[in-house]
Every structure is written in C-alpha cells, then in structure tokens.
C-alpha cells in the first residue's frame, strides 16, 4: 500500500507538472502572438503562435479532467488602455475592438479550475481577431474572406460559450477580476455582433448587440468605472444603434 501510495503522489507530481508547463507554453505563444498583432501587424505569425496555444490548452484541459491538479491562477491585461486609430472600418462606419489580451501567469496565487478555460477563451479571442482583421483589412480580403470571417465567428463564438460561463461562476470577492470579465464579455458582444453582421447572420447580430446595448446603458446609468476608455464605450453604442435588417439581401 505504501509504494501504491508512492507511486500515485510520483505521478501526480509528474501530471502537475505537466500541467503547468503546458499553461506557461499557451502563455508564452499568446503574449507572442499578441506582439505580433498590435506591434507589427505579422498576423500570419500571431495565427500560427495562437494555434499552438490553443493546442496547449486543449492538452491541459485533458489532463485538468481526468486527474485532480489544477493549474495556477492566471491575469489578463488589454494590450493597450487606449483606442486605436484604425480600429473602426472607416467604410462601414463599424467598429472593431481590435486589442489582444496578454496573459500573466502567477504561480503564488490560489489556484483555480477556471484558469485554464480564461486562458482557453483569451487565446480563442486573440485568434479570432487576428482573422477578423485579416478578412477585413488586408489583402486576404479579396481572397479568403468569406473562409477567414467563419473562422473569426467560430471563435468568438468559443469564447463567448466560455465566458458566459465563467460570469455565472465567478465569486464576487474576485472584484478585479471580474471586472476584467466583464469588460471581455462586452468586446466579445462587439466583436461577435459584428462579424455575425458581415456574415448576414443577422439574428446572431442583434441577439448581441441588444445584450451590448443594455451593459453600455448600465454603464452610463450608474457610472460604473470600466476597463474602456471614452471612445471605445461611443463607438460600441454606435454599433447597437445603426440599424440590422430582418432578412438577408437577395
């Protein structure tokens, strides 16, 4: 029974282990790829680091599931606190939030079952506006925009199924983390409301824009202090105000 028990904590350790070198990897290829998005505008590299981190995910979350080891809390942090100049389609008159979510890990904090699946959906929203603005922006535009503007939705939509979780789940004495889950769920109604509208799924569209609306009004109404700057909070409600067709074009 004891070498039992020896070998069992042996292997624990070891999956430990594990665990918490794959979250460092996914981390270290997001906050790459985050660089290479907002810095140099390399998108093809921020999506092949963003697929390798997402790999690292799905990997700890398969390990997270059959064993008791729970990998280290992590932080999220805006790439900049800041609107950018270019973050709204000039043409279009939509906006786009186009800031990446670094991730800090910090192995002396508590740790959490959740951590891992804010990673999941940080990286999932990374990679999804890498696509959306490689199918709105760029040359690939003309090329693989339909292709790239399925990807982006797919991958908000993930996102999004794992945020609106975690919001449900989160305790209310994690007060500055949950605000940044907040201000990540309101992106990803933009974001997601968006490319649901450049897809003429305009059920989608207003589901989202409709719940967008109703933050942005709480905000005003109680002055709630937010992760947004000004400009960020006028352009999501001109987003909710232009009008959404009832039916597709012909």
């Given at each position: 029974?004891?070498?039992t028990?020896?070998?069992?904590?042996?292997?624990?350790?070891?999956?430990?282990?594990?665990?918490?070198?794959?979250?460092?990897?996914?981390?270290?290829?997001?906050?790459k790829?985050?660089?290479?998005?907002?810095?140099?505008?390399?998108?093809?590299?921020?999506?092949?680091?963003?697929?390798?981190?997402?790999?690292?995910?799905?990997?700890?979350?398969?390990?997270?599931?059959?064993?008791?080891?729970?990998?280290?809390?992590?932080?999220?942090?805006?790439?900049?606190?800041?609107g950018?100049?270019?973050?709204?389609?000039?043409?279009?008159?939509?906006f786009?939030?186009?800031?990446?979510?670094?991730?800090?890990?910090?192995?002396?904090?508590?740790?959490?079952?959740?951590?891992?699946?804010?990673?999941?959906?940080?990286?999932?929203?990374n990679?999804?506006?890498?696509?959306?603005?490689?199918?709105?922006?760029?040359?690939?535009?003309?090329?693989?925009?339909?292709?790239?503007?399925?990807?982006?939705?797919?991958?908000?939509?993930?996102?999004?199924?794992?945020?609106?979780?975690?919001?449900?789940?989160q305790?209310?004495?994690?007060?500055?983390?949950?605000?940044?889950l907040?201000?990540?769920?309101?992106?990803?109604?933009?974001?997601?409301?968006?490319?649901?509208?450049?897809?003429?799924?305009?059920?989608?569209?207003?589901?989202?824009?409709?719940?967008?609306?109703?933050?942005?009004?709480?905000?005003?109404?109680?002055?709630?202090?937010?992760?947004?700057c000004?400009?960020?909070?006028?352009?999501?409600?001109?987003?909710?105000?232009?009008?959404?067709?009832?039916?597709?074009?012909?």
């Amino acid at each position: 029974n004891t070498k039992t028990i020896m070998t069992t904590a042996r292997e624990s350790a070891a999956i430990k282990q594990k665990v918490d070198s794959l979250q460092e990897n996914a981390i270290i290829f997001n906050n790459k790829a985050v660089q290479h998005l907002v810095k140099s505008n390399d998108y093809e590299i921020a999506s092949h680091l963003l697929r390798k981190a997402l790999t690292a995910c799905m990997m700890v979350m398969k390990l997270t599931e059959k064993n008791v080891t729970t990998p280290a809390v992590a932080m999220f942090q805006w790439s900049s606190q800041i609107g950018l100049r270019d973050e709204r389609n000039e043409e279009e008159g939509r906006f786009v939030f186009r800031r990446g979510i670094f991730i800090h890990s910090s192995s002396a904090m508590t740790t959490s079952t959740s951590s891992i699946a804010m990673i999941k959906a940080a990286v999932c929203f990374n990679a999804a506006l890498t696509h959306h603005i490689l199918a709105t922006t760029t040359l690939d535009y003309h090329t693989n925009s339909d292709l790239s503007l399925q990807r982006t939705k797919l991958l908000y939509s993930l996102s999004y199924q794992i945020i609106h979780k975690q919001q449900q789940q989160q305790s209310k004495h994690q007060i500055k983390s949950r605000n940044f889950l907040k201000a990540f769920y309101i992106a990803l109604l933009n974001n997601f409301g968006q490319v649901s509208f450049d897809l003429v799924d305009y059920r989608t569209s207003k589901k989202c824009f409709d719940r967008l609306k109703r933050h942005l009004e709480y905000f005003l109404r109680t002055k709630t202090r937010t992760e947004f700057c000004q400009r960020d909070l006028i352009s999501m409600h001109f987003n909710t105000v232009l009008g959404i067709p009832m039916t597709a074009p012909w």
